[in-house]
Structures are given as structure tokens and as C-alpha cells.
């Protein structure tokens, strides 16, 4: 290296330069173009997939997939709102009292409906705790930690065979958190995080490489 001379040592720390902010300029393109393009393109898919599936369900006379992008959507949601006011409705509900008395005399299909509605009815009502917490606990053994999603406390069997008062919690794998592990853990071995579920599940889908904020160092205590 110290035979090389001076001018030609300058030109390949030119070059050196030249690459490095090239490479530095490729990265940052991609840093903002890929979650960006991938967000449309998922939008995108997820639109003509709506659109596919209610263009099956509407004559093709008063529906077209390709009239407008995105107004399947916009007729689902319509569908679901309606739906939602007829079963406020005194005739809505005794519909649905009749419906689910004929599902309830069906021995296989009254067992899938009935798991399907109560997952539904946790999820998705406005007093629900499911899902709106995130936790650390050991596993798989002591010293290492886990992160899962408080589901409500154990009842039933579960808790009368425990000493503890014990928590269902959804452990998720990584990176496609709709899929996991219910465990049952006492709650005094359960330590709160102070992050949001939203915050939570991006750390578990980027496995780990998107961390949320230290806002508060205090642990707060576990909601019942």
C-alpha cells in the first residue's frame, strides 16, 4: 500500500467516497420506498380481494369489480351497518333468537357458532379487556422473557385446580402474531408493560428491530 502513490491513493478514496454515499443513498431509498410500496400494495390487494368477493354476490348488472376500486369495501361496510340496525331492531332480534335456535339443534355446527361468537363478542365489545394489555413473563424457563397479550382472568376448572389466581395470556409467535399459544399464568409472575397492544405487536412482528419508547421506568400494576 505504501508503494501506491499519493494521487493514485486520493482517486480510490475518491472512489471509496463515491460508494459509500451511494450505498448510504441506495439505503435510505429503501428505508422510505419499501414500507411505503408494500402499503400500497397490500392495500391494493386487499381492495380487489373485497371487490372479487362482493362482485360474486352482486349481478354484474348492478355491480362491475372493475367499475371503481375500492367500492366493494365501501358496500361491504354498508352491509355491515345495515346489518347492525336491523339487529337492534325488535323483528332483527327475534330473527336472530330463531336462527340460533335452529343452529342450537345442530350438534356440530352449534359448537362452531357458539366458539366463533363468543371470540367475536371478546374481541370486539367496548368493555373488553382482551388484547388491550401487554405483558413480560418467563419463558421457557427462568431468566428468559417472553411477551404475550392478557386475555381476561382464568375461570371455571382452570382456576379451581390453581392455588394462584391465574391469567389466560396469548403468547404470539413471531413474525405473524395471529398465531401463538394460550398459557395460563399466575399473576403475580407477570410483570405489565407500559407500551401499547399496537407498539407491542410491531416489536413482535420486526423481531424485535422496531422498539417502542421508554416512557415510564415505574411498573404499574397488573388490571384486574
Known sequence: MNDIPDADKAQMKFHISVF???????????????????????????????????????????????????LGLLIAISFF??????????LGQLVIQIS??????????????????????????????????????EFPRKGIWAMGFVTGLSEG??????????VNVFFPTTPNPTSGFLLFIPKKDLVVLNMTVEEAIKMIVSGGILTPPDRVETIKPLEK
Open 20 to 70: 459509500a454515499k451511494l450505498r448510504g443513498y441506495f439505503l435510505a431509498g429503501v428505508l422510505v420506498t419499501a414500507p411505503l410500496s408494500i402499503t400500497l400494495y397490500l392495500t391494493w390487494g386487499l381492495l380487489n380481494f373485497i371487490d372479487s368477493k362482493v362482485s360474486s354476490v352482486i349481478p354484474n348488472e348492478y355491480y362491475s369489480q372493475t367499475a371503481i376500486p375500492g
Open 81 to 90: 351497518i345495515v346489518m347492525g340496525w336491523f339487529a337492534k331492531n325488535i
Open 157 to 166: 376448572e382452570i382456576q379451581r385446580l390453581t392455588d394462584d389466581v391465574v
Open 100 to 137: 340460533e335456535y335452529i343452529l342450537d339443534k345442530m350438534p356440530i355446527i352449534r359448537t362452531i357458532y357458539a366458539a366463533t361468537k363468543q371470540v367475536f363478542q371478546t374481541i370486539m365489545g367496548s368493555q373488553s379487556k382482551a388484547f388491550r394489555e401487554a405483558v413480560m413473563f
